[in-house]
């Protein structure tokens, strides 16, 4: 597949998926919890924010390398986890694998991917996260965290903010159904839960909420794996105290791109009071909303180590497949060198709050 010649940004792929995305795909994949008002908070967060140039600066030997939980990254930026690749891309996951691999981007693999995790492993050179959503069952659980780790992932992303699945009101007028030759296979087997409920109870609380997992569950994981262990969907200093206590390595401040809790606060507008919370503790990643390198360097001066980018890799997946995603993934480290460039900074440490224009 061909990158076409006038896309220039991460917008751009998006303009073409929506002019050539049938509308109930399009409503699943760039669709918003209830009124889409944090997923439009996430994108106006990096807006509202102004950055300082600084000029005459010394530059030499600039470089965009960090490290984060023992893994070496070439620039401050991941693949967040995106559940059925092959709804866009006959390849699915593997050709988002492909993609990162040649652009040097590591990549996050969901636990809801439509291709096993062990293809994509042996299609990747690029480090791999493995995202977990904690099963019904620990044996599940354990199963998955096994192959992970068997098949040369590097960490663990738990998300733990979506117990339930949003409103998603944008995604049900337009009748969105998973196609039946897209499924989660990493799933097969593994049991499920009876949504119907006892009669007379919610079927929300009586289904997923009765089985949802916990503080102590996070702690057993803990001891069950040596990976490092990033627990995604904090928002609140509080929780990111007690995640703390539990023993975690990583932090990832996301409100699962707008697609659960409607006005929940914008990632980049939380992070500072995680920031405080952790104290360098552990590093502290954020997603929700980057679409630019001014939005990596905003989201780096604020406090995170490094961000993730969730739908703009199914955008470029789906018009230019593994080409697409190497091409979107180095538009936006262009754009983040460019940045540091004219913001004076020749590392990602180098960027801290006082880039932050304050008037």
Same mark, same amino acid.
């Given at each position: 597949?061909?990158?076409?010649?006038?896309?220039?940004?991460?917008?751009?792929?998006?303009?073409?998926?929506?002019?050539?995305?049938?509308?109930?795909?399009?409503?699943?994949?760039?669709?918003?919890?209830?009124?889409?008002?944090?997923?439009?908070?996430?994108?106006?967060?990096?807006?509202?924010?102004?950055?300082?140039?600084?000029?005459?600066?010394?530059?030499?030997?600039?470089?965009?390398?960090?490290?984060?939980?023992?893994?070496?990254?070439?620039?401050?930026?991941?693949?967040?986890?995106?559940?059925?690749?092959?709804?866009?891309?006959?390849?699915?996951?593997?050709?988002?694998?492909?993609?990162?691999?040649?652009?040097?981007?590591?990549?996050?693999?969901?636990?809801?991917?439509?291709?096993?995790?062990?293809?994509?492993?042996?299609?990747?050179?690029?480090?791999?996260?493995?995202?977990?959503?904690?099963?019904?069952?620990?044996?599940?659980?354990?199963?998955?965290?096994?192959?992970?780790?068997?098949?040369?992932?590097? !960490?663990?992303?738990?998300?733990?903010? !979506?117990?339930?699945?949003?409103?998603?009101?944008?995604?049900?007028?337009?009748?969105?159904?998973?196609?039946?030759?897209?499924?989660?296979?990493?799933?097969?087997?593994?049991?499920?839960?009876?949504?119907?409920?006892?009669?007379?109870?919610?079927?929300?609380?009586?289904?997923?909420?009765?089985?949802?997992?916990?503080?102590?569950?996070?702690?057993?994981?803990?001891?069950?794996?040596?990976?490092?262990?990033?627990?995604?969907?904090?928002?609140?200093?509080?929780?990111?105290?007690?995640?703390?206590?539990?023993?975690?390595?990583?932090?990832?401040?996301?409100?699962?791109?707008?697609?659960?809790?409607?006005?929940?606060?914008?990632?980049?507008?939380?992070?500072?009071?995680?920031?405080?919370?952790?104290?360098?503790?552990?590093?502290?990643?954020?997603?929700?909303?980057?679409?630019?390198?001014?939005?990596?360097?905003?989201?780096?001066?604020?406090?995170?180590?490094?961000?993730?980018?969730?739908?703009?890799?199914?955008?470029?997946?789906?018009?230019?497949?593994?080409?697409?995603?190497?091409?979107?993934?180095?538009?936006?480290?262009?754009?983040?060198?460019?940045?540091?460039?004219?913001?004076?900074?020749?590392?990602?440490?180098?960027?801290?709050?006082?880039?932050?224009?304050?008037?």
């Amino acid at each position: 597949m061909i990158v076409p010649a006038d896309i220039a940004s991460a917008a751009d792929y998006e303009r073409y998926f929506r002019d050539r995305a049938d509308p109930a795909l399009s409503a699943y994949i760039d669709g918003a919890g209830a009124d889409g008002i944090t997923a439009r908070w996430n994108r106006e967060a990096f807006s509202r924010l102004a950055l300082h140039g600084r000029v005459l600066a010394d530059m030499r030997g600039a470089h965009t390398r960090t490290r984060l939980c023992g893994i070496d990254l070439e620039c401050p930026l991941l693949l967040a986890p995106v559940a059925h690749h092959r709804l866009v891309h006959e390849e699915g996951e593997v050709a988002t694998a492909l993609g990162a691999s040649a652009a040097g981007v590591a990549m996050t693999v969901s636990t809801q991917a439509s291709r096993t995790l062990e293809d994509i492993a042996a299609a990747a050179t690029t480090p791999l996260l493995f995202q977990l959503y904690l099963q019904p069952d620990r044996a599940d659980t354990l199963r998955l965290v096994r192959r992970a780790e068997a098949a040369g992932y590097r !960490a663990l992303v738990v998300t733990v903010d !979506a117990p339930v699945t949003g409103l998603r009101n944008s995604e049900q007028r337009a009748g969105f159904r998973l196609p039946a030759a897209v499924r989660a296979v990493n799933l097969d087997g593994m049991a499920t839960l009876d949504m119907a409920g006892a009669p007379g109870r919610s079927p929300v609380f009586s289904g997923l909420l009765d089985h949802a997992p916990g503080w102590g569950d996070i702690e057993w994981l803990r001891r069950e794996t040596p990976l490092p262990i990033l627990l995604k969907g904090i928002l609140h200093p509080d929780d990111a105290r007690r995640a703390l206590a539990c023993g975690i390595d990583c932090l990832v401040v996301s409100n699962h791109g707008g697609r659960t809790l409607d006005t929940l606060p914008a990632t980049l507008d939380a992070l500072p009071a995680i920031a405080t919370a952790v104290q360098g503790r552990v590093p502290l990643l954020l997603d929700g909303g980057i679409r630019r390198g001014t939005d990596i360097v905003k989201a780096l001066a604020l406090g995170a180590s490094a961000v993730l980018i969730g739908r703009p890799q199914l955008h470029a997946l789906a018009i230019a497949g593994a080409s697409g995603v190497a091409h979107l993934l180095t538009i936006l480290r262009t754009e983040l060198e460019v940045a540091m460039a004219l913001a004076g900074c020749s590392r990602p440490d180098a960027i801290d709050k006082n880039l932050v224009w304050r008037p």
